[in-house]
């Protein structure tokens, strides 16, 4: 494998600085956010870079959960950042990182002990990579669909409770918002799955060919990945958005949007 | 029959108050004295203190959307949630549309093509089919011209007469109270019931 110097990944940083450079008219705010976002991946890749290494070099159970565990926390965070009305307390970020670990977590021991089946199956290569992939995805469609439920219930709160004073049942109420949330949580997934292969080279398949895996290997591990994730996004946001729609209601099926807080 | 004793919402007077069976009792008092969020307390949409109880049932002892079922609010302005008139009806060929001066087939009707007062009467109908034990009505005319008034007033009457129900009814209408209601309850600028 060719391997890539600082000048190399500073010739890449150039494209980054062009483009903040050249949009500094059209959008004032795109400049700092584009530095800022990539400092932020220099950084944060080069400091699990350095994890990765050292946990490569002693396999324990204990450090792969803790470096899971932050993982999951950091996701959590980044599904409440990315809502502009969230539920106030401890559910803001509850509802995320609960679906999340239901999820994510489960579908990843699933797959490192039953499809993967390394021995030990806590091996940090297999599982860390996979875990971050289930979380990465499921990350993005939880926040997709939490930001969506909460917007979607602000904007319709009159017709939810219209639909409340004629007697329909909290899920009735809702049920046109679910479906829409629901399938916007899911709706990336089905489209990568469809384009995969014909218009994306999906990242860890490119990855392990550029590592000089045997395409049709790499194309296998695609392929599992694909389907975990799919299910990991599904059920993280299958679970995310029935929480949400319970804490949207109280115990005498009213309507509580006071739980939301604007950000 | 349908009984308030000191209903009391966050940050207003307790109310107290009694419906007879087939009484029809007008509600008046000033722009934002509460009477809107009187009727939400009424069918427990809004968390309030204090009793309410249909024929000796109280509220908190059916499920909330049983409740709202029994105790039926019509809420000044109507939603509709779905492209048609007749979605929004569990037994769209049973809606008398023609007594309120409607197309009788306007259960295929587009939504967004009727106008307010169409949409004001069609929710009316879409309340009264679910038979409700109380009507909360706020203010229904609102919208109306002369003749859909009379037809409103005669039906709901009519309903009353012929199921037993009650009714409270909101209206800044003097001579619409006096025409309709024997009793009526006034709310001061505090949301006391005088």
């Known amino acids: 494998m060719t391997t890539l110097s600082t000048w ?50 002693n396999v324990s159970l204990l450090w792969v959960a803790l470096l899971a565990a932050v993982m999951l926390a950091v996701a959590g965070y980044e599904v409440m950042a990315r809502q502009h009305r969230r539920f106030g307390g401890a559910w803001g970020y509850g509802i ?27 091996q940090p290569q297999y599982a860390i990579p996979l875990l971050g992939m289930l979380l990465g995805n499921t990350m993005s469609s939880i926040a997709l669909a939490l930001d969506r439920l909460t917007q979607s219930a602000w904007e319709q709160r009159d017709t939810i409770e219209a639909r409340l004073m004629l007697g ?40 392990q060919i550029l590592a000089g895996a045997p395409p049709v290997e ?22 995310a958005v029935r929480l949400g729609v319970r804490r949207l209601f109280d115990e005498r099926d009213r309507l509580r949007l006071d739980r939301l807080r604007r950000f | 029959m349908f009984q ?35 009727l939400r307390a009424l069918i427990d949409l809004d968390p309030c203190e204090g009793t309410v109880t249909l024929n000796g049932a109280r509220r908190e002892s059916l ?44 259960a295929g009707l587009a939504v967004e093509r009727l106008s307010s007062g169409e ?3 069609l929710a009316l109908l879409r309340v009264l089919a679910g038979r409700p034990e109380v009507l909360l009505l706020d203010e229904p005319t609102a919208n109306l011209d002369a003749a859909s008034i009379e037809r409103v007033e005669s039906l709901i009457s009519q309903y009353l007469a ?19 209601c024997a009793r009526s309850l006034a709310m001061t600028a505090e949301g006391a019931l005088a």
């Open chain 1, 8 to 57: 190399d990944l500073a010739i890449a940083a150039m494209l980054v600085l062009l483009l903040a450079f050249t949009a500094r008219d059209m959008y004032p705010g795109l400049p700092r956010q584009l530095l800022v976002a990539a400092l932020r991946t220099a950084l944060q890749l080069t400091l699990i870079g350095l994890v990765l290494k050292a946990l490569f070099a």
């Open chain 1, 96 to 122: 995320g990182v609960l679906s999340m670990f239901i999820s994510s977590f489960t579908i990843a021991l699933f797959a490192l002990i039953v499809v993967v089946g390394h021995d030990p199956w806590y």
């Open chain 1, 168 to 207: 329909h049942s909290t899920a009735e109420a809702v049920s046109g918002i679910r479906q829409q949330v629901f399938r916007s949580g899911v709706i990336p997934i089905i489209n990568a799955m469809a384009a995969a292969g014909v218009v994306s080279l999906p990242g860890m398949m490119t990855g």
């Open chain 1, 218 to 239: 790499a194309v296998k591990y695609q392929i599992m990945i694909m389907f975990l994730i799919t299910g990991g996004a599904g059920f993280g946001t299958l679970t």
């Open chain 2, 4 to 38: 308030v004793d000191s209903l009391c919402c966050v940050g207003r007077p307790p109310v107290s108050f009694s419906l007879q069976a087939g009484e029809l009792v007008c509600l008046s008092g000033p722009s934002g004295c509460g009477k809107t969020r009187l």
């Open chain 2, 63 to 106: 499920p909330a959307a049983l409740w709202r079922r029994r105790v039926a609010l019509l809420p000044a302005e109507s939603r509709w949630w779905a492209a048609t008139v007749g979605e929004h009806f569990a037994d769209p060929g049973a809606a008398p549309f023609d007594r309120l001066g409607l197309d009788p087939q306007a």
């Open chain 2, 119 to 121: 949409r004001q009467r």
């Open chain 2, 162 to 180: 012929d199921s037993g129900a009650a009714c409270l009814w909101v209206s800044h209408d003097r001579e619409q109270r006096r025409r309709l």
